[in-house]
């Protein structure tokens, strides 16, 4: 393989030369990354077996269809996102132009996440190349198969001097660091994640980061508890707990904690009639790492009133709910990444709101999540608290609507993606003014010697002395 610097100086090239920025040669790109998905849907959904033990419909579902169509969406509004934008003009600017074009930022550098290793990799390169930037993707060496296939695939479908894959483990994203890049956009854990800032910061280059955290659960009295025990738990055992925005853990009244304990327990049976073990849909810890971790967290804090089975030849931790967690617990001073759930008693919102606003590894979760039919206890919580994105009533799927931006906000990442805002975080906003060279008399009272006219004439067309609006209808 050449060296990094080299793959960097040759992509670095291949932008210069102008051949990204054509809108034939974005849409095509896409296209041709859409016809790998399709034409490889069993190859995808073998690796992601391989990988996590994800059954074939979850692996379509979350893996492949979710980026299908994010790429058809990107292909059928390319032309709208990349048209030229007017900007309003002042009344000095009559006769000129202004307006911003949205420009790639040069050559992006993609880290991926292995825990949903073909979306969280290929969806910000859809918003890269939408936006007509070269793209260097680095893959999870975690989810070692899916890396491969990526390594396999992304050549024969997509230009190669344009888009290029880089796989390994530390070693190798240690040194692609040390590279300049236009832009970095980094999924994963927040340990590695001030590292990539670090070398971001090196060279000044923009970045996004989607980090992760521990994602609350508030449950309110009065709410069906079999309806929220199924949402929960969905949330929860999808990719076994293995997700960024997986509820963490819930807080509820002591009452409610007992109730929802048997709602889960007849969920999880509705779920998997034969056990979660035996179910072909359950995934597994996706390595020998992060299951002595997850295990250890069975220990962590409470009692275990649901689940608590483990397989070491498997991998595999059942879904766990753990009773009476105190905030002090082990399991609540680091996010668990599995299908453990703690329950936490707790006298009233208010003491949620505090934990979560105090919380040992940051108090600006990914997503909130409140299960309340409350409008008054839902506005508060929002007021109250901070979070990349709040979800009433449900779990994860505030990922779904592409019209929705994706992405955390302080300990849990910053900047964000999905739909446009994919196609928007790759693209620098550039300003443009147009004038001509006529009507030279309008500028007259700009240029020195400055006079009292001068200046009143200037600050009439600059629309100086405005006041704020006031009063009901501003």
Known sequence: MESFEKINQNIRTVFRSGRTKSLEWRRAQLMSLLKMLDVNREKFSQVLKEDLNKCKSEGLLFEIDFTRNALVDSINKLKKWTTPKKAKKGLLYTMDKAYIRKEPFGVALIIGAWNYPVQLTILPMVGAIAAGNCVVLKPSEISLNTAALLEELVPKYLDQEA??????????????????????????NSMVGKIVMKAAAEHLTPITLELGGKSPVYVDEGVDLGIVANRIMWGKCTNAGQTCVAPDYVMCSKTTQEALTEAIKQTLQNFYPDGPAKSPDFCRIVSDKHYQRVKKCIQGGGTVAVGGDVKDEERYVSPTVLVDVKFSDSIMQDEI???ILPIIPVENEDV???????????????????????????????????S???????????????????????????????????????????????????????????????????????????????????????
């Open 352 to 386: 949620a709101i505090n934990f979560i606003n105090t919380g040992p590894i940051g108090n600006t979760p990914l997503t909130l999540y409140v299960f309340s039919s409350n409008t008054e206890l839902r506005n508060k919580i929002m007021k109250e608290t901070n």
């Open 337 to 339: 990444f599995g299908p």
């Open 388 to 474: 990349g994105s709040v979800c009433f009533n449900d779990t994860l799927s505030q990922c779904n609507l592409p019209s929705l931006p994706f992405g955390g906000v302080g300990n849990s990442g910053m900047g964000a993606y999905h739909g446009k805002y994919s196609f928007d975080t790759f693209s620098h906003k550039r300003s443009i003014l147009e004038r001509e060279l006529k009507m030279e008399g309008m500028n007259d009272a700009r240029y020195p010697p400055h006079t009292d006219d001068k200046y009143a004439k200037a600050a009439w067309f600059l629309g100086s002395g405005k006041q704020p609006k006031t009063g009901w209808f501003w």
């Open 163 to 188: 888009v290029q894959v880089v796989n390994g483990g530390i070693q190798e994203t240690t040194a692609l660091l040390k590279e300049k890049w236009d832009y970095i956009f980094y999924t994963g």
